[in-house]
């Protein structure tokens, strides 16, 4: 038998004005299974809490309603003072005779009649409420960083110096991404190298970090607090633990003439190879398909036809049979932070994408993108620091560079603004003129947006101080014409057509997401956009987050981002997992799905709808012990609550707690008052 | 719309419709929390049953709607794309459409039946699905081919006269006293 | 028939089946049979009588024929279609089971029948004139020879659709109310469902009861509009939910409506891949929205 006590709040005269209180608290007290039924000009006030408390004593209650307000406004509060009154706090329901009556309505007759209605209806489903208890998972204290650019690394940094364990994983040879190969960095032109190795060097040494390099995520399974996450060592050929990075293999190597990735094709390295000096580890890689050892190989010919650098590692660190191996993490958060790539415009390209072929970038070796001009500015890089251009190595007088390429053009597929370009162009600008003085520097520009602090003097700088000529318009074509590389651009502001004979073109190309991105994605149980890059769990207010709950977002893999924005992020997804290792146990609302064992069939027709990948298969057993089938289970600690299975299942066999279809129907016989 | 309500549509009985509404808890209901605090009037003959998500809403809490004498029904949630679950209103959108459409094809006026997107800062929106939904139905008139069909032994105590929607559920109310 | 038989002594013979399900000849017409014993085999029987989805035998909760052990099943195009359907939903395990498909030119109406007699536009099942699937795939042996296209019947069932949906909506109402006031409620239609297969129906649940359970019309609308939604994107068209429906429902006319509604709004039609997933439990970012606001 419910002994329900049904609370009735003025909400001073907003109810009151149209709302009979005192006449649904009489309508309701005649109300099978209420044992007592108030009204208060506050319910929410202390006092109002104290009547609910009192009332909950005195009369032994089973359930609470309060007719007040949303429960989006006060449910957590009159929830709790239930709890504290012993009454378990998933009895107490809330009925909303303010937003949903009262202040829409004008006759005070009918207004008060729907007040009751609601009133009762919410009393009918608090009936069948049951108490729940909230869910308690136990939380892995350690954190896996996918990705160790700059981002990668500052979040495993404050994650790893709060005092936890971090995994951090990175799929090239070294740690260090995109940051590594700039040379100087806006809007202060401090050196990217001298800034970042530290911290590479920092994040490698960290007691609390273990890195694994020319490493990527296989398979990721569990959930907050308890993924368990097999990560693939690709075979790197080179024993980490004898290897001392002396260097000997790559001078061995005989294979010198590969392009180097890490001076984005502009230098050569060895197939053995470390990809910059400051790598982190400085442990080379071995690149099987360059190898000519590997080439022999492939060609099936019955004797190694290299080996060169195995000779002479005096640490005998060189294995040419060692495989692909994997190695689980268990981890109770995941960060990922994979970066970006850029638009890749001299390629075959990705669908829906159209590409620039009439930008000659592949073709004309003086086109070139911001990254091979940050190596060509690098004192690191292959000229050393000189602006020399790559087809001759001549010193070019006149530079082009063009903003916007991809970025801002729906119709080559890119709607978004790659939001660095802007900075990073007064930057090349600003850098060239620096080196080459009577050299002009040329920019084509849609807008210049530099929003940031310190950006927009920056960007006025290059122009002001620097001389860099900025022109507003786009470029239709870029050819070369003998030894000059001809740009036909047009000038919105003088509304001219504009020809001129550069040495050398810099194309602002638009920053995409890594590659394989939806396929981690995938893994993790994340979204992405349309573009690929990962969907936050709210754009505003939970930018870090993601819909999986324990996997956190940072840097360019979720929107383009500069440098300080990615150290942001990171450092926040750090905030976020330290703070869900700070208790032993996750506590979480009770309000999940339950599989009744006894009549699901184990059909997955559940499985199929659950947008958390909560549910799976789970085999039965006969009370001696062998399987007899199989049902489907929630998982509790990944089920959100949505209820999307329940509605699907065929026999009814999978109930979201909170909201039973006891409670529903329940509901719906109080409202449709007739039988 | 304006807010004052127009009555003078109704039907020559005094019929008054009575909707039932199934909401998602994170768009509609919140929607309808905005229409209150903006205080944009609307008809009195809605009543809301909140849910976690369109995705939750069972086809068959419609028909037991009718069947407990609904002259009308709006199921509302998060328009696409904007599902807290993500994907809920997507899967809901299946399943409504093929009810949608079995309905029709059983010969139930689809006016009853009012699906829409309700986000949670369209108030307006609300209560012009609302007006709208309490227009169509008043204009049918009771759903009494559906009550037609409750065993006979069962009242029949069919509203009538004006407020009927505001009648109090003891007029019909079978509580169970559990 | 006697590549049946043969394939038939052979699987039981060697112990790769321990029954073979089929239809064989009896006082009565065509029924289903039960053949355990590599002599019996020359029993089995294929013809325009075997009209019977025997997959309905595979549910696994039917417990009797699961004790006979190991199942080889005679199937044409539609039961082939059912069988995909347990395997979508993880009701069997395909190396459970070997699928003899025969090539169907569609079948009678009725199989009570002393002899098999040919198609004509009187006598053929409706659901069978434009039949996708005459040969079916997801099988492991095939036999017969092509069968032609099954003759138009003098009304197909899109026509009676068709036909139903140009009335009115309140003589559509007052078509199914009639229809669905003849219910027993017996659901005779269930027990022959291929796809319905679960512990306990919906139709069963007490707390709380969404359908009622006796037979007045209220319950049955309820419970025929349930068992409709349920077989939406499932349905095979068997037509043994009519066949057996022991008042003449036609619900062969609710299962046609169903398939054509997922066709026209998700392009989906039931096939006998099991790696085609199903309409419903599956969505796509630009499902057709009309109806809603």
Redesign the interface.
């Known amino acids: 038998m419910s002994r329900i006590g049904v609370f009735v709040c003025h909400c001073g005269e907003n109810i009151a004005r149209t709302v009979d209180c005192e006449a649904v608290a009489e309508a309701l007290r005649e109300h099978p299974g209420v044992a007592v039924a108030e009204d208060y000009k506050y319910m929410c006030s202390d006092p109002g809490q104290a009547l609910v408390k009192k009332a909950i004593e005195d009369n032994n209650l089973t359930g609470v309603v309060i007719a007040a307000c949303s429960p989006h406004m006060h449910e957590k509060t009159f929830r709790r003072a239930c709890d504290q009154a012993g009454l378990n706090q998933f009895m107490c329901e809330m009925a909303n005779v303010r937003e949903h009556c009262s202040w829409i309505h004008d006759d005070r007759g009918q207004a008060t009649d729907k007040a009751i209605d609601i009133t009762r209806t919410i009393v009918e489903k608090v009936k069948h409420n049951r108490p729940l208890e909230s869910i308690h998972i136990p939380v892995t204290k350690r954190a896996l960083v996918i990705g160790g650019g700059i981002a990668g690394i500052q979040a495993a940094l404050d994650i790893a110096d709060g005092g936890h364990e971090v995994v951090l994983i990175e799929k090239e040879a070294s740690i260090g991404g995109h940051m590594s190969q700039l040379s100087e960095t806006f809007p202060t032109l401090d050196c990217s190298q001298c800034i970042l190795t530290p911290r590479m060097v920092e994040a490698y040494q960290h007691p609390n970090i273990k890195l694994h390099t020319w490493s990527e995520v296989e398979k990721v399974d569990g959930y907050i607090g308890n993924f368990e996450v097999t990560i693939r060592k690709k075979a790197r050929s080179v024993n980490e633990d004898l290897c001392n990075g002396c260097g000997d293999c790559q001078a061995a190597c005989p294979a010198k003439r590969i392009p180097s990735e890490f001076e984005a094709g502009l230098g050569k390295r060895t197939a053995i190879y470390v990809p910059f000096p400051q790598a982190v580890p400085n442990i080379p890689v071995l690149d099987r398909v360059n190898c000519t050892l590997f080439k022999g190989r492939r060609k099936g010919l019955a004797k190694d036809v290299c080996g060169k650098c195995k000779e002479a590692c005096l640490k005998a660190a060189i294995d040419f049979d060692t495989e692909d191996t994997f190695v689980t993490e268990a981890v109770g958060a995941i960060v990922v932070a994979t970066g970006f790539k850029l638009y890749d415009i001299g390629r075959d390209q990705p669908e829906g994408l159209k590409g620039y072929g009439e930008y000659g970038y592949g073709e004309v070796p003086d086109v070139i993108d911001g990254l091979q001009f940050e190596r060509l500015a690098s004192a690191s890089g292959p000229t050393e620091g000189a602006i020399l251009r790559p087809s001759d190595g001549k010193e070019p007088k006149t530079v082009v560079f063009v903003h916007c390429v991809g970025s801002r053009d729906p119709e080559k597929g890119i709607s978004y603004c790659s939001k660095i370009c802007c900075m990073y162009n007064a930057k090349h600008a600003m850098l060239y003129k620096h080196k080459v003085h009577d050299g002009r520097a040329i920019a084509f520009y849609m807008d210049i947006r530099a929003g940031g602090k310190g950006y927009d003097e920056f960007s006025r700088r290059a122009i002001e101080e620097d001389g860099a000529e900025y022109v507003r318009g786009r470029v239709s074509r870029i050819f070369r014409d003998g030894d000059v590389v001809k740009v036909w651009g047009y000038d919105t502001l003088s509304g001219e057509q504009v020809v001129i004979d550069a040495d050398m073109v810099v194309l602002a190309t638009a920053m995409r997401p890594q590659d394989g991105i939806r396929e981690l994605a995938q893994k993790l149980s994340v979204s992405t956009d349309e573009h690929g890059f990962i969907n936050e769990a709210h754009p505003k207010l939970r930018p870090v987050e993601t819909n999986t709950a324990g996997v956190f977002v940072a840097g360019a893999c979720q929107a383009p981002r500069d440098i300080p924005e990615a150290v942001a992020m990171a450092s926040a997804t750090g905030a976020k997992v330290l703070g869900l290792f700070s208790a032993d146990e996750l506590e979480r609302e009770p309000a999940v799905a339950v599989v009744d064992e006894n009549t699901c069939i184990g059909c997955m027709r559940c499985e199929l709808v659950c947008p958390y990948g909560a549910i799976e298969q789970r085999e039965i057993c006969t009370v001696d012990g062998h399987v007899c089938g199989h049902v489907a289970y929630v998982n509790p600690g990944v089920c959100q609550g949505c209820g999307t299975c329940q509605a699907v299942c065929l026999s009814k066999s999978v109930e979201l707690q909170t909201f039973t279809d006891e409670q529903i129907f329940s509901e719906i016989n109080a409202l449709c008052y007739w039988e | 719309m304006s807010d004052a309500i127009d009555t003078s549509g109704a039907a020559a009985d005094g019929f008054e419709p009575r909707i039932t509404a199934f909401v998602c808890n994170w768009c509609t209901y919140t929607g309808a929390d905005l229409a209150g605090t903006s205080r944009l009037h609307m008809a009195s003959n809605v009543r809301i049953i909140r849910l976690p998500c369109t995705g939750r809403i069972d086809p068959l809490f419609i028909i037991k709607a009718f069947e407990r004498g609904a002259d009308g029904v709006i199921v509302s949630g998060c328009h696409p794309a904007d599902c807290h679950y993500t994907s809920g209103n997507y899967h809901a959108r299946r399943r409504f459409a093929v009810f949608h459409d079995i309905m029709e094809f059983i010969g139930v006026d689809p006016r009853r039946m009012t699906f829409s997107w309700v986000s949670a800062s369209e108030g307006s929106k609300w209560r012009d699905v609302v007006n709208e939904a309490v227009t169509n139905v008043r204009a049918l008139g009771p759903f009494e081919a559906y009550r037609a069909l409750a065993p006979k032994d069962v009242g029949v105590a069919a509203p009538a006269g004006p407020g009927a929607v505001a009648a109090p559920a003891s007029a019909g109310i079978k509580a169970e006293a559990s | 028939m006697n590549e049946l038989h043969e394939l038939a002594r052979t699987l039981l013979t060697d112990g790769t089946v321990r029954v073979i399900i089929g239809w064989e000849d009896a006082r009565r017409g065509a029924r289903p049979a039960f053949i355990t014993d590599p002599a019996d085999t020359d029993k089995l029987i294929f013809d325009t009588r075997c009209v019977h989805n025997l997959v309905t035998y595979l549910n ?2 039917r417990d009797n024929v699961a004790e006979l052990g190991k199942i080889g099943l005679v199937v044409k195009g539609c039961d082939a279609k059912a069988v995909a359907g347990l395997l979508r ?3 069997l395990n395909r190396d459970d089971i070997v699928l003899i498909g025969v090539r169907c030119g569609g079948v009678l109406e009725e199989s009570e029948l002393a002899e098999a007699v040919a198609l004509s536009a009187e006598n053929v099942a409706p659901r069978c004139f434009g039949c996708d699937n005459r040969e079916p795939k997801l099988v492991d042996h095939l036999l017969g020879e092509a069968q032609p296209e099954p003759p138009r019947p003098i009304m197909t069932i899109d026509e009676r659709v068709e036909a ?2 140009a009335r009115p ?9 009639e229809q669905f006031s003849k219910c027993v409620r017996c659901y005779a239609c269930r027990q022959v469902c291929p796809l319905c ?6 139709a069963e ?1 007490t ?2 009861q ?3 359970s ?1 037979a ?3 319950g ?3 419970w025929n ?2 068992r ?3 077989l ?2 499932r349905c095979v068209d068997c037509g043994e939910c009519e066949r057996f429906c022991p008042v003449g429902i036609p619900l062969s006319l ?1 299962n046609r ?2 398939q054509q ?2 066709s026209e ?2 392009g989906y039609t039931v096939s006998d891949d099991p790696e085609n ?1 199903a ?7 630009d ?3 009309e ?3």
């Open positions: 696994p909760r939903e993880a009701q139903l949906e909506l309140e003589e559509r109402w007052a078509f199914w109310t297969v679960c512990e306990r129906c919906v649940k707390r709380p969404w359908i009622d006796s007045h019309p209220r049955n609308m309820s509009i349930t409709a939604l349920h939406a994107g609710v409506k169903l509604i997922v709004r998700y997933a309409p419903i439990g599956d969505y796509r970012l499902d057709k929205q109806f809603i606001k």
